[in-house]
């Protein structure tokens, strides 16, 4: 039978074997109690030193391994564990459970559901509610309450377009469906034109329309247009008028059905001193039609007195089919007329090379 050697001076809770029997020393009885007993009790379990538990049983169950606590653990310092740390969570396992701690600092593990109720804001990589070292990689969707950074910058998404992107002039920006946002150019020649009108770049219309009227073409202008350099056309140039430095070369058509005497072309008396005119009569259309050309000098004095002559003249078989006269009114407007010679349907072309006062 062995001896009941029990330790002197024990603490609250420590364990003593003999044989197969485990006692322990509970302090509010002041006694050794046997430690399998089930109807004993152990009120409070008190080391003063290091509890050292060398079996080296595995766990792989909350019911399972080395040290076994059938009711909540309390730590009040850090707790490292060389191994993976599981917590059952709701839908895991037969009861819920959370994991509750300042920090947690993990190399590595593995968590089913990872609830962070810290609010603390993260101001850089070193900051915020969770803290990773390494990389994170995420297999699902990733949803930010804030803003997110990459690389110490701001990073735009869909979502901070619509809060920090306001649309400027000729931009418009619209949320296509959830996830997409549209940017827009709706300026205009007109909107561009209005912000600036010049430049110091060669300009190309590659628009191959050609011109028949003063409505038509690849470049169309309701005002006039001022060049101060050469200009090469390579069809035709149609003008009314054409002003060099001091000369203007003009054109007019009339049409005449009367015998009245009728304005065919007019200029101001300030513009011109003396002019040139070529003018050409059609009368009539097909086989029987008569022709005139006619060659015309004219010159206006300070006093208004005009001088007119004729110097050349060339009709078909009908001969002249009208004369031509000039004169000034109270308008000071000098006008050159035609008098048909018969009440036929005329067309007359004018043709006017004037030098300036």
Do not use: C
């Amino acid at each position: 039978m062995a001896l009941l050697n029990f330790p002197t001076n024990p603490t609250n809770g420590q364990l003593y074997t003999i044989g197969t029997n485990t006692w322990v020393w509970n302090a509010t009885l002041n006694a050794w109690v046997k430690y399998n007993n089930p109807v004993q009790t152990i009120p409070i379990l008190t080391v003063t030193n290091s509890l050292v538990v060398t079996t080296s049983t595995q766990s792989t169950s909350s019911t399972t391994g080395a040290v076994i606590v059938t009711g909540g653990v309390g730590i009040g310092g850090n707790l490292n564990v060389a191994g993976n740390l599981s917590v059952a969570s709701a839908g895991q396992g037969t009861a819920g459970g959370s994991i509750s701690a300042g920090t947690i600092t993990a190399s590595s593990g593995t968590f089913a559901t990872l609830n962070v109720t810290s609010t603390t804001n993260s101001l850089n990589p070193s900051s915020g509610a969770l803290v990773v070292k390494g990389g994170v990689g995420i297999g699902g969707n990733l949803w930010i309450g804030g803003q997110l950074h990459a690389g110490g910058g701001l990073v735009l998404t869909t979502a901070s377009f619509n809060d920090s992107l306001s649309a400027g002039t000729d931009i418009s920006i619209t949320q296509v469906g959830g996830n997409v946002v549209r940017i827009s150019n709706t300026s205009t020649l007109q909107t561009v034109t209005t912000r600036g009108n010049t430049t110091d770049k060669q300009i190309k219309f590659t628009n191959t329309a050609n011109s028949t009227s003063t409505t038509t073409g690849a470049i169309l202008v309701t005002g006039g247009i001022a060049v101060n350099k050469d200009v090469y056309v390579k069809g035709n140039v149609y003008a009314s008028n054409l002003l060099l430095v001091s000369a203007m070369f003009a054109s007019n058509q009339v049409s005449v059905n009367t015998t009245a005497t009728t304005v065919i072309d007019s200029y101001a008396l300030s513009s011109f001193r003396s002019a040139k005119y070529i003018i050409q009569v059609d009368d009539g259309v097909g086989a029987m039609a008569n022709f005139e050309v006619v060659e015309l000098l004219m010159m206006v004095d300070n006093a208004g007195n005009i001088y007119i002559t004729e110097y050349g003249r060339l009709t078909t078989g009908a001969g002249s089919l009208g004369d031509y006269s000039a004169d000034i009114q109270g308008d000071n407007i000098v006008r050159l007329y035609i008098t048909p010679f018969a009440a036929t349907s005329k067309i007359v072309n004018v043709v006017r090379t004037a030098l300036v006062v």
